[in-house]
Structures are given as C-alpha cells and as structure tokens.
C-alpha cells in the first residue's frame, strides 16, 4: 500500500527512542522529511545517523525540551527553514513520575500539567498556521490506554492525558473543515524504556523480580506479549497519512486486547 508519505514533511516530537522513533522511522522508510525531537542532544542525533542509514531519508534532529515554550517553537522554526513547511505532526512527551496521591503536592501537579497537556497545546497551536496554508494537515497524539482504564500509580499521567484526549476529540470538529485530521494513539504495554522502569519500579514495591512481573503483565494481553514500537510506529504512520484520509475524531489503542472496554 502506498500511504502517500513521499515528500511530506513530518515533525515527531519525544522521538530519540521508543513510541516517536517508532513512528519516526516508519515515516522515513516511506519517504517523509522527518524532523525529530529530543531533549537530550547526543540521543537524537544518534537516532537521526540510525534513521538516516536505516531508509536514506532526509532526517532533522533538533534538542527539544516540550515543556519549554521556546524549545517547541525553535523546532518549528527550525523544521521550516530546513523543509519549508509541515504537513504532519506527532505530539508525544515523556510521563509524568509515578505515584499516589499523596505523593504529589501543587508544583507537581503544575508540573505535569505543562509537560503533558500544554506542551500539546503549543505544539498543535505552533504548526497549525502551516497546515492552514497548505490547506490540509494531519495530527496524532500519543497519549495512553489509561485515558480508557486508568493505570495505578500512574495518577498524574491518567488525569492529564485524559486532558490530552478530549482537546484532540475537540479539535478534530473544529479543523475538520480545514482539511486538517486529528486522531488520539493510545498504547497499552509496548516494549519500550519506559514500560520497562514501570515494571522495575512494580517489581521493587512488589518484591518480585522483573521478569515475574512481565509474566503477569502478560497474562493480561489476550496475545500474551508486550507489542512492539515497530507494531505501534506502522499504525501510527497509516493514521497520519493519505490513506487514513476518512479517519479523524478517533482514539485508537495498540494493546494486544488488553482493554476491557466496549469504547
């Protein structure tokens, strides 16, 4: 299937590793400009060298911290000179920490706040005005199964992507008319460094080792495995190119089945 990615210009934001190189380098192998994101500066131009002897395709690594408000519209900045425009965007950031209410006090609640909705916000308001010049854009955000179900010990994160969630339920009726397409990605136990301190951080508290707690992780998948970011990235590369040129509104989850819900 050709998606119709030859030559389309993509921003993929948390993408040095894990859920955004995923999508990132599925973007590549389909002929996209990729502009990825990271705030550590020595990953994402490590991740860059990969994609770029993984597909031959252009590849722009900028440092990123999206919780920055000038780091996100460097990077657009950026994107823009390099390839004169964008086409796709990827929002994505790292989780908040792990815990329980009472774990938390107002400047961590803040905190998440500005790393996971807002840095959303600025993300989708700095391109938006190139998507609307080219008449047509497509946005995906990454947020989790536990907008669904949410996940223990993970409360600031259930709150704030559950935030995330409806302003892309939103949004896609409003830019609909624009021919701009918004879609939520919501990833169940992908095999990335983050499940993987999660399943540390369980086993400790638990006092049960690593591999006891993936097993009964699994146990929980009705395909029996964690996925994935090959699984999770080719999904996320259909959802934002032409071939998914009807779907939009939709929150749609990699989990293996995991999720008990009807909706």
């Given at each position: 299937?050709d998606?119709?990615?030859?030559?389309?210009v993509a921003?993929?934001?948390?993408?040095?590793?894990?859920?955004?190189?995923g999508?990132?380098?599925?973007?590549?192998?389909?002929?996209a400009?990729?502009?990825?994101?990271?705030?550590t500066?020595?990953?994402?131009?490590?991740a860059?060298?990969?994609l770029?002897?993984e597909?031959?395709?252009?590849?722009?690594?900028?440092?990123?911290?999206?919780?920055d408000p000038?780091?996100?519209v460097?990077w657009?900045?950026?994107?823009?000179?390099?390839?004169?425009?964008?086409?796709?965007?990827v929002?994505?950031a790292?989780g908040p920490?792990?815990?329980?209410?009472?774990?938390?006090?107002d400047?961590?609640w803040?905190?998440?706040?500005n790393?996971?909705?807002m840095?959303s916000?600025?993300?989708?308001?700095?391109?938006?005005?190139?998507?609307?010049?080219?008449g047509?854009?497509?946005?995906?955000?990454?947020?989790?199964?536990?907008?669904?179900?949410?996940i223990?010990?993970?409360l600031?994160?259930?709150?704030?992507?559950?935030?995330?969630?409806?302003?892309?339920?939103?949004?896609?009726?409003?830019?609909?008319?624009?021919?701009i397409r918004?879609n939520?990605?919501?990833p169940?136990?992908?095999?990335?460094?983050?499940?993987?301190?999660?399943?540390?951080?369980?086993?400790?508290?638990?006092d049960?080792s690593?591999?006891?707690?993936?097993?009964?992780?699994e146990?929980?998948?009705?395909?029996g495995?964690?996925?994935?970011?090959?699984?999770?990235?080719k999904?996320g590369?259909?959802?934002l190119?032409?071939a998914?040129?009807?779907?939009?509104g939709?929150?749609?989850?990699?989990?293996?089945?995991?999720?008990n819900?009807?909706?």
């Open positions: 299937m998606l119709g990615l030859h030559g389309k921003m993929v934001a948390a993408s040095s590793k894990g859920l955004g190189f999508i990132a380098r599925e973007l590549a192998k389909e002929g400009l990729v502009s990825i994101g990271s705030r500066e020595a990953e994402v131009f490590d860059a060298d990969i770029i002897e597909t031959e395709a252009e590849v722009l690594p900028n440092v990123l911290d999206v919780s000038d780091s996100i460097q657009v900045e950026n994107t823009t000179n390099a390839f004169g425009g964008v086409d796709l965007l929002v994505n790292g920490p792990a815990g329980k209410f009472d774990d938390f006090e400047a961590d803040l905190s998440a706040f790393l996971t909705l840095s916000v600025r993300m989708i308001r700095s391109v938006l005005p190139y998507m609307r010049a080219a047509a854009g497509s946005i995906l955000v990454i947020t989790s199964i536990s907008v669904k179900e949410p223990d010990f993970l600031l994160s259930n709150v704030m992507r559950s935030g995330v969630t409806s302003l892309a339920k939103s949004l896609s009726k409003e830019l609909a008319p624009e021919h918004v939520n990605l919501m169940g136990r992908i095999d990335t460094d983050r499940v993987q301190s999660l399943d540390a951080m369980n086993a400790e508290a638990g049960l690593v591999g006891e707690i993936k097993s009964a992780n146990l929980k998948i009705p395909i495995r964690y996925g994935t970011i090959e699984e999770f990235g999904l590369a259909f959802l190119s032409d998914a040129s009807y779907i939009t939709q929150t749609i989850a990699v989990d293996g089945g995991s999720i819900t009807v909706w």
